[in-house]
């Protein structure tokens, strides 16, 4: 076959999403993230889409649809924060928050004719912030059998709400939650349906080896996030038994190549197994001050810059 003739096989759509420039919660941004430079950024480096910030982050229903569409990217998801083992009345804030995410994703669909990924993930609780990567046989701040069962329902419950706005539903599971370790994420695909978002740093963090648990979970596998962080900082905030998560965890994620992920290793076994969908590329941090905004962007476009080679490496 002559090098005319060879046939190119499409690879996965590359995303980013508004965390790796600070947009995080509900108070989310800083003074230099506005949601027009963050899409404005993303465009500009390359990416084909992003996932959504906090609800309401990109405005209304049809003001998000619009600025994506402006920009030329596709709404790829969002993440969707429920505090599972807390009261009902939390549990039902959260929904209508979701709700509202819901709303905006569906608006994005119509414009574009994607199907978004509705991101479900735990919220955990104060105790687990400050107890990190916990010992996988240390049960003792684990969900009880009562905890899963309910977990499982109000992730049913979820899951129902999202499809119901034509969205795929998938499962994060995080550090410092209640679906951190793999065995948590072992124990939550026993009793629910839903689809996996496999973020090969979380994992990693939590003990876990991101290829053996890809192996193991390939099957229910519909979204990826790459990230690179640094071990060493995780370490030390549980040596020294420090409170201040969103401090210490500001610090974790670093730009690809200057962590500990092994991502090439990753992406050989995520590719060659036949993956296409997206990869969004994050670097958790904290709020972004206009005066560090550029540089921000600059390692985003250069993260996209690397992952891009590194893919092709791999198809």
């Not at 906090?54 to 790829?76: D, I, K, M, S, Y």
């Not at 009562?146 to 329902?153: D, K, P, Y």
């Not at 210490?248 to 190549?257: G, L, N």
């Not at 993956?275 to 941090?285: A, F």
Request: with cysteine.
């Amino acid at each position: 076959m002559t090098t005319s003739e060879q046939i190119t096989t499409p690879g996965p759509r590359l995303g980013n999403a508004p965390v790796s420039y600070g947009v995080y919660g509900e108070g989310a941004g800083g003074a230099g993230t506005s949601a027009d430079a963050l899409l404005s950024s993303m465009a500009e480096a390359g990416y084909e889409g992003s996932e959504l910030g906090p609800p309401g982050f990109f405005g209304t229903p049809e003001e998000t649809a619009t600025a994506f569409a402006r920009h030329g990217l596709a709404a790829v998801g969002a993440y969707i924060p429920v505090h599972y083992a807390l009261g009902d009345d939390v549990v039902a804030y959260d929904m209508r928050r979701m709700e509202q995410t819901c709303r905006e994703l569906a608006a994005c669909a119509e414009r574009s004719g994607e199907t978004p990924l509705a991101i479900l993930a735990d919220e955990g609780s104060q105790a687990l912030l400050e107890n990190p990567a916990r010992a996988w046989d240390d049960r003792s701040l684990a969900l009880d059998e009562a905890g899963w069962r309910r977990l499982a329902q109000l992730s049913a419950n979820a899951v129902e709400l999202a499809r119901s706005y034509g969205l795929r539903p998938s499962f994060h599971p995080h550090i410092s939650t209640f679906v951190e370790s793999p065995w948590e994420v072992d124990r939550l695909l026993d009793l629910t349906e839903v689809g996996l978002t496999l973020d090969i740093a979380h994992i990693q963090l939590a003990g876990g080896d991101p290829v053996e648990c890809l192996k193991n979970w390939r099957e229910r596998i519909n979204h990826v996030h790459v990230k690179d962080v640094e071990m060493d900082v995780i370490h030390r905030a549980k040596a020294e038994r420090r409170k201040d998560f969103d401090t210490w965890w500001a610090d974790v994620c670093v730009p690809f190549t200057k962590g500990d992920v092994d991502i090439d290793a990753f992406l050989a076994e995520l590719l060659g197994g036949g993956y296409r969908d997206w990869l969004v590329v994050e670097q958790d941090r904290a709020p972004t001050p206009a005066e560090i905004y550029p540089q921000v962007a600059a390692e985003q476009a250069a993260n996209h810059t690397w992952l891009t080679a590194r893919v092709a490496a791999h198809l």
